[in-house]
Each structure stands twice: as C-alpha cells, then as structure tokens.
C-alpha cells in the first residue's frame, strides 16, 4: 500500500508543479514583455491557453497583470497540497494550506529566475546564442530582474556580475521564506 501511496504522491507532485511551472513561466514572459512569437513562448500559450482563456473570461486583467493566470496557478497549488495531504492521510488546515501555497508559488518563481540566470551563463559560455530562440527568452526573463542590479553592479571588463548578485538576492529571499517554516 505504501508504494501505491509513494506513487500517487509522485504523479501529483509531477504533473502539478510542470504545469503550475508552465503557468508562472508564461505570466512571467508576459510581465517582462517578451516575444510571444517565439517558438517556446508558442508551446507554452498552447499548453497554458486550454485553461487559461476561459477564466480570462471571468477574471479580468488588472493592469499589466495576468490576474488569471496568478488564480489559476494559486488554484492548482491549492489543490495539489490538499491532495498530497490527502495522499499522506493528514487533515488538512485550510488558512494554513492557502499561506503555504502562496509561498511555494514565490519559492517557485525564485527557482525559476535562479534556473533561467544559471542557463543563460552556460549559453553564453557555449557561445553564438544569437538567434537562439531560448537565449531571446531568457534574456526577456531576467533582464527586468538584472537592469535595477547593474545601476549599483557595473560591468567590469568583459565580466558582468549582476546575474551572480541577483541569484545571491534570489537565495537570501529564499531564506526568508524559509524562516516561515512552512
């Protein structure tokens, strides 16, 4: 029974983090403005839109912000730690689950801009990213993270080190969530 429980587990927390993930990637695309047009931003409206544009119907945007996509992902979050916790036999605090989940979905965010930092350094040390359809992405990511840190970090020679001391901030903040001890 115990290995059906560990599976169950697994499958919920798989399949719920890829498309929460997917879903915090295309709000964060959008936010920073970045092509749509290309290639991967294309997957992701084809594997976010099924979902995401009826409830655009009924939760309006307000301002630049995806206020649909922010439900939809806090939703899916919601429900992913109600049913592992259901999986482990627990019960389940509903304010607690809701402070949890908006959390993990910060702690989400800040693993993603870590992980587009770390793969934009390993394209630029490969070299000829030009053109590259992800290389494009990331740069629309993380540059509206990286402008404010070079005004006080500036380019030094041919090293930048803005994206060392954005993921240091990014790991500080992941620190403070931690301390939430949730």
Avoid: C
Avoid at 42 to 50: A, D, E, G, H
Avoid at 66 to 79: F, G, M, Y
Avoid at 144 to 149: A, E, I, N, S, T
């Amino acid at each position: 029974m115990e290995a059906l429980q560990n599976i169950g587990i697994l499958l919920v927390e798989v399949l719920f983090s890829f498309y929460i993930g997917a879903i915090l990637i295309r709000f964060l695309l959008a936010l920073s403005r970045a092509n749509f047009y290309n290639p991967l931003s294309q997957s992701l409206v084809k594997i976010t839109n099924p979902v995401l544009v009826p409830l655009r119907r009924m939760i309006p945007a307000i301002g630049k912000l995806d206020t649909a996509s922010i439900v939809l992902a806090l939703s899916l979050k919601i429900i992913q730690t109600l049913l592992l916790v259901a999986l482990q036999g627990s019960e389940a605090n509903l304010p607690v689950v809701f402070v949890y989940a908006i959390i993990d979905l910060l702690r989400t965010v800040i693993y993603i801009y870590i992980a587009a930092l770390i793969i934009q350094a390993v394209l630029s040390w490969v070299g000829n990213s030009q053109g590259n359809p992800l290389a494009d992405l990331l740069h629309s990511l993380t540059e509206p993270l990286l402008r404010p840190v070079r005004q006080f970090v500036p380019v030094v020679g041919m090293m930048d080190f803005a994206p060392m001391v954005a993921m240091l901030l990014l790991y500080i903040v992941l620190i403070v969530l931690q301390s939430f001890g949730l």
